[in-house]
């Protein structure tokens, strides 16, 4: 039988207009994405949507993209998923904490087109995009 499940992405991102861009770029390439605008609410997508992949905005709403990676990080569900921090933040500023959490990159937003992430994200999980979007044709 064929297997069509998708790669799943979580993406984390208060600025709307950027989480939809993400979201159609990542669709239109065959993953499977859901999105959260907070870190509150992202933590709770990513318990209950159990993502391959989570792109992880830091500056946001209720709770920081760091302490949700941080409270990620000590469950046994999130403890090992794939991350990606994009945003606007220089390394250079990005809190401390996030050298122990296990990130895969760090994208600085105004440095990366959304293509280059996606190049990143295929890179980071080892998939073709394609494959997934042939599997979205098929099913």
Known sequence: MFDTQLTKIAVIEDDIPICS???FKLKSSGYEV???HDGKEGLQLCKEFVPDLI???LRMPVMSGD???QRLRATNWGSNIRV????NIS???APHILRFLSVDRYIVKAHHTPGQVLEIIKEILGTNASSNA???ASA
């Not at 990606?84 to 945003?87: D, R």
């Open 34 to 36: 859901k999105t959260a």
């Open 67 to 69: 302490e949700m990676l």
């Open 55 to 57: 792109l992880l905005d």
């Open 91 to 93: 390394k250079d500023e």
């Open 84 to 87: 990606i921090v994009l945003t």
């Open 21 to 23: 861009m993400y979201e």
């Open 134 to 136: 042939d599997a979205v």
